[in-house]
């Protein structure tokens, strides 16, 4: 995971999910170098390329045998996964 929660490798009762540092004095807040980085709109993918898995194609989940059938009209961009 890239972004860890603020201090929660020095303590126990911190858990490592993602929480915004609101602290007046807190230097993740503060962006202060070498410091836990913070999420931002820069880390984003790729608009065109985004939710593509290594293969190239999209997952879809296939419910029935109408999802099916959706499928196979976009069978050059979405790749099936049977639900369960």
């Given amino acids: 995971n890239k972004f860890l929660r603020n201090q929660c490798d020095r303590k126990v009762t911190v858990p490592t999910s993602w929480r915004r540092p609101k602290g007046i004095d807190s230097r993740c ?13 820069g ?22 045998v109408a999802d099916l059938d959706m499928l196979m009209m976009h069978n050059r961009t979405f790749c099936g996964e049977v639900a369960h």
Avoid at 29 to 41: E, H, S, V, Y
């Fill in 43 to 64: 880390y984003g993918s790729n608009k065109k390329t985004r939710h593509t898995l290594p293969n190239g194609f999209k997952k879809f989940l296939v419910h029935n």
């Fill in 29 to 41: 807040r503060r962006k202060f170098k070498g410091t836990t980085p913070m999420p931002n709109i």
